[in-house]
C-alpha cells in the first residue's frame, strides 16, 4: 500500500535521462539501482530519519492504461511511491525532495488518488495534504484487522527536529549528542527514550524515558552492569540543579558536571525494568489518532 505519484514532462520538452541521474546522484542519500536497461529505481534512504521512498524510471509503463492523455503534458515513465502507515514527517521529507524535482524539470503530476483524474502542477501543500488524507484512510482501514501503534504528533515533531539538528549543536567534544529512539510497553503504548550510560556528560533530549546504565561491584572483582528506564521527568528534577537549558528551536538540557553529589544522585534513580518494553522503527506506528 502506497501513495503513487505519475510525473509528465511538456510535450515540447527534451529531458535527457543522463540528467535525470545526475540530478538524483548530487541528492543526498539517494543511490541509483539500474534494474533492466529500460528501467532505473532512484531509491533514497535517510539513515538519520529512516525515511524510505523511490522514484522509478520504467518504459515499460507506456502500456499503462490507467495513465491519461494530456494535450499539453507528455508522460515520462516516472513514478514515485512512498508507503502508508508512516507517520507524517516521511511525507514531508519525501515530498520537499519531489517538489525540487518537479520544479527542476518542469513536470506536472498526476495524482491517482486525487479527483479529478486529470495533470496538473501540484504545489507541495497539495501533495502533502493528499498523502495525509489518503494515509489516514488506509491506516483506518488497516487498524480494523491489525492494530496500529500510534505516538502524539508533538513527540515524532521533536524526535524529527531535534534529529535532523543535533549534529548542528555546538558542545564541548566531550559531551554526547545521544539518539532518540521510540519504545512501546505490553499494551503497546509507544514512548520515546534516549540513553544515558554511567552518567556520561550529555545533551538531554525531551523524552518519555532516559536509558540509564549502571555498573555495580561484584563478587570477585567482577562488575554488574544493571540497564533500566527512568521517566525522563524524574531525571529532570533530581538534576534540575545541574542541568543547563538550552532553549531554541529545539530545547534540550545539558548536563556536565560529574561529582560524588551528581553520581550519588545518579545511582539513586528508580529501577524500571526495561525487559517490559520493545524497542520500535519509526515506521512501525503513525502520529495521528485512530
Not at 62 to 67: E, F, G
Not at 239 to 265: H, M, Q, S, W
Request: glycine residues 2%; contains cysteine.
Amino acid at each position: 500500500m502506497s501513495f503513487t505519484l505519475e510525473f509528465f514532462k511538456q510535450k515540447n520538452c527534451q529531458i535527457h535521462l543522463d540528467d535525470v541521474v545526475t540530478f538524483f546522484h548530487n541528492e543526498p542519500y539517494f543511490f541509483v539501482k539500474p534494474l533492466d536497461d529500460d528501467l532505473l529505481q532512484f531509491v533514497y534512504q535517510n539513515p538519520k530519519t529512516n525515511v524510505l521512498f523511490s522514484i522509478t524510471y520504467n518504459e515499460r509503463n507506456d502500456l499503462n492504461v490507467d495513465i491519461p492523455e494530456d494535450p499539453e503534458w507528455e508522460y515520462c515513465y516516472t513514478t514515485f511511491n512512498l508507503s502508508y502507515i508512516r507517520p507524517t514527517y516521511y511525507a514531508e521529507e519525501s515530498l520537499k525532495i519531489v517538489t525540487k524535482f518537479i520544479r527542476h524539470f518542469n513536470l506536472a503530476i498526476y495524482n491517482p488518488q486525487e479527483e479529478p483524474f486529470i495533470v496538473k502542477e501540484y504545489s507541495y501543500e497539495e501533495l502533502l495534504a493528499s498523502y495525509v488524507q489518503n494515509n489516514k484512510i488506509i491506516t483506518t482501514e488497516f487498524n480494523k484487522k491489525f492494530q496500529v501503534l500510534t505516538i502524539d504528533k508533538t513527540k515524532v515533531d521533536y524526535f524529527y527536529n531535534y534529529t535532523t539538528k543535533k549534529d548542528d549543536i555546538d558542545v564541548e567534544e566531550d559531551i554526547a549528542l545521544p539518539d532518540i529512539s521510540f519504545i512501546k510497553d505490553k499494551d503497546n503504548n509507544v514512548y520515546t527514550i534516549f540513553p544515558w550510560p554511567n552518567m556520561i556528560k550529555t545533551i538531554m533530549p525531551i523524552t518519555d524515558y532516559v536509558l540509564i546504565e549502571r555498573t555495580y561491584k561484584g563478587i570477585l572483582f567482577f562488575k554488574k552492569t544493571v540497564v533500566r528506564i527512568v521517566p525522563f521527568i524524574e531525571v529532570l528534577d533530581t538534576f534540575r540543579d545541574y542541568l543547563d537549558e538550552c532553549l531554541g528551536e529545539v530545547p534540550y538540557y545539558i548536563f556536565d558536571t560529574i561529582n560524588e553529589t551528581t553520581k550519588a544522585l545518579y545511582y539513586e534513580l528508580s529501577q524500571n525494568n526495561f525487559d517490559d518494553y520493545d524497542v520500535i522503527g519509526t515506521d512501525d506506528f503513525v502520529d495521528f489518532e485512530l
